[in-house]
Structures are given as C-alpha cells and as structure tokens.
C-alpha cells in the first residue's frame, strides 16, 4: 500500500470510528439498550480518533456533561497535536513497509 495512502487511512478510520461509536452509543442510551464502556471513546481517542470523538460529543451532545469528557478529550487532542508537532519540528523521518 501506497505511504500516503497507509497513513491518511491511519488518520481517517480512527476518527470516523470515533464518531460512529458516539453516535451509536447516544442512540442507545435514548433507547436503554446495550451501552458502550466509557474506555472505548478514550481508548479510540488515544489511538487517533480524538477530532471524532470530540465532533461526535458535539453534534451528538453525548457525554459533554461528564468532565472527563470535556476535560480529557480536548486535552488528549491537544496532547496528540503536540507530539505531532515536536517530532515535526526534530525532523524525524518515518518509512512505511
């Protein structure tokens, strides 16, 4: 697979699941059926999806009455940002196989 391509799919599906997973879980809550555990959105996060996670909280308004979310998204987002940015600027270079 094309570099480019490997990393905007990187990019890309942790996010859209991110998203999914706020959205299904909202619909669920409305209708009292299976629930997803609050460490999958910080797991999906952690792992990319955090700009997902953080539209899905606001379009969904899921969780954002919960201070771990609008305090630990954003900064995880924030955290993540800047790890881009400091191995950005150390001109690091990553290969792909």
């Not at 954002?64 to 600027?89: D, E, N, S």
Request: glycine letters at 10%; proline letters at 4%.
């Amino acid at each position: 697979m094309d570099a480019r391509l490997t990393l905007i799919v990187a990019i890309i599906l942790p996010n859209l699941l991110g998203f999914a997973f706020m959205a299904l879980d909202k619909k669920w809550a409305k209708e009292g059926g299976f629930r997803l555990p609050e460490s999958t959105f910080f797991c999906m996060a952690l792992i990319g999806g955090s700009i997902g996670c953080l539209i899905g909280m606001l379009t969904c308004h899921h969780k954002t009455r919960k201070p771990a979310f609008f305090i630990g998204m954003p900064l995880i987002l924030i955290l993540q940002l800047a790890a881009v940015y400091l191995i950005w600027r150390s001109g690091l270079q990553f290969s792909f196989l």
